[in-house]
């Protein structure tokens, strides 16, 4: 069983910055997908970036140059750097973890809540 715990939201203002950190807990394959998604209220889940098991990370139009995303594969974090935080980063932010054959198996964290606000 895959668990993950998402970590470091809270209030900050426009302009600001926040560290989110996603621990991963279990065991998966060794080919799997790690992603950072949102969530605002009335609108559709968003993937704002990714990682590959390969290393390869992608980032959606709307947070990139903004966020970073990084992995620490000895403590099976995965981090999401926000800076130039605007109010429209407000949401509910995910960690994702897709895994398996087709990467059929999918494991989401709870969520924590990022809101910027003055």
């Known amino acids: 069983q895959v668990q993950l715990v998402e970590s470091g939201g809270g209030l900050v203002q426009p302009g600001g910055s926040l560290n989110l950190s996603c621990a991963i807990h279990?065991?998966?394959?060794?080919?799997?997908?790690m992603g950072w998604y949102r969530q605002a209220p009335g609108k559709q889940r968003e993937l704002l970036a990714s990682?590959?098991?390969?290393?390869?990370?992608s980032y959606a139009d709307s947070v990139k140059g903004r966020f970073i995303l990084s992995r620490d594969n000895a403590k099976n974090t995965v981090d999401l750097r926000m800076s130039s935080l605007k109010p429209e980063d407000t949401a509910v932010y995910y960690c994702?973890?897709?895994?398996?054959?087709?990467?059929?198996?999918?494991?989401w964290g709870q969520g924590t809540q990022v809101t910027v606000s003055s």
């Open positions: 990682i590959t098991s390969g290393g390869t990370t």
């Open positions: 279990g065991s998966w394959f060794s080919i799997y997908v």
């Open positions: 994702n973890l897709k895994t398996g054959f087709g990467f059929t198996m999918e494991y």
